[in-house]
């Protein structure tokens, strides 16, 4: 069939998204089709298919979210979708099927990519809303004059917290050994994890990273301070079983050589609506820059 079609979406509110979506929105929109020719159509419809896959040669395997017909008026997007992804071990895909339907020759289909954003809610579950006190402490190598402890307190509000947004914490760092720390610094992990037939990879990417300086021996440090959260990917939180984005604070405290670094890495969870927030007011001025 000769022909050109297009989609065109907008979202619930009727502004610009530039093919971002969210989990829980309205796509309406219209769809365009131009016949070079007269010509007679049996039908138009249009498919929404989501799916994740992993792809290595351990053993590649595809699931998929959502597949369903729809009319050309609105789509509805699941709440619980997966946020879109691409990496070199698996990607979640989305796509927007146009379908014109031709009764004596070949149909003729139409596919537009769009990117969907999990919208996790952080008033959803209560531990989102749980504050985290977190207590660590190592001991250096050099012990001649006794026990000789470096120490970790580190506190946020909540332990869920929104993307784009600052995250404030209140880190204690109790340097009681006989040499300096020569730098603390506080970093936004994302851990990226696929899960194949036999084998799971896994990426660890360093997204926000803030350094607090050195600490002098036998001193100690109070922080109150925040890491700014970039515009990311939701926590996935169980949205799908094959490919997970999940989020780490980690604290770093760097010593001499010959002596350990103190490592701290605490789970915490990012999300679209904060808390206290209402998703409905959230998605109607969401920045589509993701």
């Known amino acids: 069939m000769a022909c050109d079609c297009s989609i065109l979406f907008k979202d619930y509110n009727n502004s610009s998204t530039n093919n971002v979506f969210y989990s829980g929105q309205i796509l309406s929109g219209v769809a365009v089709v131009l016949l070079k020719k007269p010509k007679t159509i049996k039908g138009i419809h249009v498919i929404f298919k989501g799916y994740a896959k992993v792809y290595w040669h351990q053993g590649p395997f595809k699931l998929f979210m959502d597949e369903r017909h729809y009319m050309l008026k609105q789509i509805y997007l699941l709440e619980n979708l997966p946020s879109s992804l691409k990496t070199e071990f698996g990607r979640i895909s989305y796509d927007i099927l146009l379908t014109v339907v031709n009764p004596l020759a070949l149909n003729h289909v139409c596919i537009k990519s769009i990117r969907v954003n ?22 250096s190598w050099w012990n001649v004059c006794g026990p000789q402890m470096i120490r970790v307190k580190f506190n946020t509000k909540t332990t869920g917290f929104q993307i784009g947004k600052p995250l404030s914490f209140h880190l204690i760092v109790e340097n009681d050994t006989v040499f300096k720390c020569k730098d603390v610094s506080v970093k936004l992990r994302q851990i990226i994890r696929h899960l194949a037939d036999e084998e ?91």
């Open 118 to 139: 999990y919208a996790l809610d952080l008033n959803s579950e209560i531990s989102y809303q749980q504050p985290i006190s977190y207590t660590t402490q190592c001991s």
């Open 200 to 290: 799971a990879n896994t990426i660890r990417v360093t997204i926000a990273e803030k350094s607090l300086g050195s600490i002098e021996k036998l001193t100690v440090r109070k922080f109150d301070d925040f890491i700014d959260v970039p515009i990311t990917s939701s926590s996935s939180e169980d949205t799908c079983d094959i490919i997970t984005t999940n989020y780490r604070i980690q604290i770093i405290v760097r010593t001499p050589r010959l002596h350990e670094d103190l490592i701290a890495v605490i789970p915490i969870v990012l999300g679209v609506v904060p808390i206290g927030g209402d998703v409905v007011e959230v998605l109607n001025v969401l920045d589509t820059r993701l």
